[in-house]
């Protein structure tokens, strides 16, 4: 005898879904890590990266040595950051 309920591969439009909030916070984690390039990425690759030049303090740089010309990180305000080998520095390096 079949089961009167709809099954997983029915796509029921009732099934059980995560709210949508738990979702964001785990797309959207600070990163961690900021490597070097034109422009640069920010890990992990699960992040949501930084949103301005004052929230990268505690990210890390790659390499810790000065970025070379024209490498940089691009936050999500649309500021460019690089690292001097000692802090975050608006724009390219």
Excluded at 12 to 29: G, I, L, S, T
């Amino acid at each position: 005898m079949a089961h009167p309920w709809p099954s997983e591969s029915t796509g029921h439009p009732y099934r059980w879904r995560p709210p949508a909030e738990v979702n964001y916070f785990v797309a959207n984690a600070k990163a961690t890590t900021a490597t070097a390039g034109t422009p640069g990425t920010f890990g992990p690759a699960s992040n949501g990266g930084v949103n301005t030049l004052a929230e990268m303090t505690g990210v890390t740089a790659v390499p810790a040595t000065a970025w070379t010309t024209g490498q940089r990180v691009v936050c999500n305000d649309g500021t460019e950051v690089h690292w001097s080998s000692t802090a975050w520095v608006a724009g390219r390096a």
